[in-house]
């Protein structure tokens, strides 16, 4: 690092010498790494363009209409868009899903009837999906209020555990749900490895059975999705990974056609489907996201690898360790004390473009159990696909860290979540 640059972080960031000199350290003990984020990160690149090209994405496409959204060219672009990159029959993309949360759910309630049967089989899902299924909190309308009958089966040191999915599922068995990202949870993401072998295992034994990823923080990491190795139908957050910062809001859902029909009929109406629904311009913002994602998503995996590694060598404990295969943008970092997590977080807002002269505090998030603190400056509310980092108030105090839109923001964020707990005595150099 030149001078000039280390004089930008001692003077306008008040960066201590001894933390700037430890961050460059440990960068360079990780740079071999980005060759294979930039060649996993190639390979999307042209997987997008292709897809774009091969849709025959016009300028036309960025017009929209009103109303009921009839003949929203754009829209049915962007749909078959995903379809071609997810390499599936159909896909649903709505700036009108309001979240990951929201696309799984449809995905679930779409596709699940009164007595079916859904089977978790990578541990419990994400917190609010577990309101949502009705196993958490009072909320009204749960999947279980409507009959479903619900199971799950814990990871068996950090795998699925294929013996028991198999004792398990049953003719009454509708859908097995896999969970691809850590979520708030202290295990590794599954890989699309484990997720092939997984869906494999199933099939030797039953080809009925609905094989659903929550692909929310995953998209773009491999050169495969989970729809590439069987899955039959997967969904995620727009102001994650495949929004590639720029998409304003919404989610998706991408699989076989009969399965996208009912989750569309779930979103607008039986009988009205994928065909309505305005995408109120977004278009085009959600076509530059997903241009960008996969550059976009490589550069916060190196500034995940990096905290990691300076993380690790402090002697925490750190979610992926610097050397296992990731297959998701999040650092978990086991902080051990709720003033470490809270200076994180204050460093990482304080990074920010945004909003950088606010404290984060916990505080009561809906659908979320525990309190939440949460560092997020973005230039799109609450995504997390900028420079973030949240953790739930409770033992053993893990802080999840992720995205970031250049590898040079995260270091910033790093740089200055360091200082921070350096002054105040909360790490020792
Ligand atoms: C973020 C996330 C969700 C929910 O997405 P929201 O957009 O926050 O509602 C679900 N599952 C996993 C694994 C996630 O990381």
Known sequence: MKEITKNILRKEYNIEDKIIEYVIGKEKLIIEKFKEI?????????????????NRLSSTDFYWTTGYGYGDIGREKVESIYASVFNTEDALVRPTIASGTHAITLTLSGILRPGDE?????GPPYDTLQKVIGVKGNSQGTLIEYGVVYKEIPLLENKIDLETVRETISSKTRMVMIQRSTGYS?????????????IESIREYNNEVIIMVDNCYGEFIETKE?????????????IKNPGGGLALSGGYVAGKQDLVERVANRLTAPGLGKDCGLSFGTSRTTMQGLFLAPHIVSEALKGALVVAKAYKDLGFRVVPDVDDKRSD??????????????????GIQAASAVDSYVTPEAWDMPGYEDKVIMAAGGFIEGSSIELSADG??????????????????????LLISLNNLYKKDLISL
């Open 118 to 122: 859904l089977v978790a089989i990578s």
């Open 392 to 413: 739930p108030m409770r033992e053993p105090y893990y802080v999840y860290y992720q995205g970031g839109l250049t590898y040079e923001h995260c270091k910033l964020g």
């Open 329 to 346: 943008i999040i650092q978990a970092v086991e902080l051990l004390l709720p003033e470490r997590v809270s200076e994180f977080c204050i």
């Open 38 to 54: 930039n060649e996993i990160k190639e390979y999307n690149q042209y997987k997008v363009i292709k897809a774009m090209q091969g």
């Open 226 to 238: 989970p729809t590439d190795v069987g899955a039959d139908i997967i969904a995620g957050s727009l």
């Open 186 to 198: 202290d295990r590794r993401a599954l890989t699309i490895d484990e997720i092939e072998e997984t």
